[in-house]
């Protein structure tokens, strides 16, 4: 029912900035909670960043992430984007795109229902 497609993933300096997308398909993007989440070699997937549905407006970041990189969704485009800043050589990893009809605990991997392939982003020093 949904399809999810992350592009923008690249390689950048320390310092740099990438910006991510996710593209969904389907005819209910407003009403799913979009979440970022990322997972380096040899460690376990984290959560990153998330956006309630369009009328909650709610937004969370896991403390790594904080003033550096903000996630925003246009719901005309039915997609979901996250801006990083000042990139640091351990955000280098994997990140995922995900969608899931949810109201809390938004940091939890369970609660999505839908998942991207992801995309690399590599980080160098």
């Known amino acids: 029912q949904v399809r999810l497609v992350e592009s923008g993933g690249g390689l950048v300096q320390a310092g740099g900035s990438l910006r991510l997308s996710c593209a969904a398909s389907g005819r209910a993007f407003s009403s799913y909670s979009m979440g970022w989440f990322r997972q380096a070699p040899g460690k376990e997937r984290e959560f990153v960043a998330a956006?309630?549905?369009?009328?909650?407006?709610?937004?969370y970041y896991a403390d790594s992430v904080k003033g550096r990189f903000t996630i925003s969704r246009d719901d005309a485009k039915n997609t979901v984007y996250l801006q990083m800043n000042s990139l640091k050589p351990e955000d280098t990893a994997v990140y995922y795109c995900a969608a899931g009809v949810l109201y809390r605990e938004y940091a939890e991997e369970s609660k999505y229902d839908y998942w991207g392939q992801g995309t690399q982003v590599t980080v160098s020093s």
């Open positions: 956006r309630a549905n369009s009328w909650s407006r709610g937004v």
